[in-house]
């Protein structure tokens, strides 16, 4: 090997280290924005009745909620049957508790809905998120292929070249052997 053969491959090895650090820099400047995104989520910030409308929504669909309206139901109808003259307010068809279960599913339906839309978005910004870290995954896939593919292509290269200069020794040597065999 003379000089001129290993300046070529250390040319070669720098030529395929550069591509190599190129890679890996594009990658890190594509994976930036995603970074900062994942790390900075925007902050959430809430009216007065949207933290009214959550805590409305939270306290309508708990069990506590549930368990102490059948029992304010359960003493409100006790109460109204067994009462008689003047203590009794909503006699037995009641239609003063039917009137205020109406208010109260009509106040409550769209507060709730106000936190559910609340609720959707919040899952949105989610989703993106999750988006976002299978787009980073798939760049860094990419990345990594992309390397594998530049090293595959610097091994055959290496594997061609050793196979032509393993061809020229044999030729070498045959005509060595030829020579010796005409003299």
């Not at 109406?102 to 106000?114: E, G, K, R, T, Y």
């Not at 959707?120 to 299978?134: A, Q, S, T, V």
């Not at 032509?164 to 020579?179: A, T, V």
């Amino acid at each position: 090997m003379d000089n001129k053969e290993v300046d070529r491959l250390v040319s070669d090895e720098n030529k395929h280290l550069k591509k190599l650090h190129q890679i890996v820099e594009d990658t890190l400047k594509a994976e930036k924005l995603i970074i900062y995104n994942l790390l900075n989520p925007p902050l959430e910030i809430l009216s007065q009745g949207q933290k009214i409308s959550d805590k409305v929504a939270r306290f309508g669909g708990s069990w506590r909620f549930i368990i102490l309206f059948g029992i304010v139901l359960t003493v409100w109808i006790f109460f109204n049957a067994v009462a008689v003259g003047f203590y009794e307010f909503d006699p037995y068809p009641f239609i003063l508790m039917n009137l205020i279960l109406s208010c109260i599913a009509a106040l409550q339906a769209p507060v709730i809905m106000m936190s559910q839309n609340r609720q959707e978005e919040k899952d949105r910004m989610r989703g993106e998120n999750d988006y976002l870290i299978n787009l980073k995954a798939e760049m860094q896939i990419r990345s990594l292929h992309q390397k594998m593919d530049l090293l595959l292509e610097e091994q055959i290269k290496t594997l061609f070249d050793t196979q032509g200069k393993q061809f020229d020794l044999l030729k070498e040597i045959n005509r060595k052997l030829d020579n010796l065999y005409t003299k």
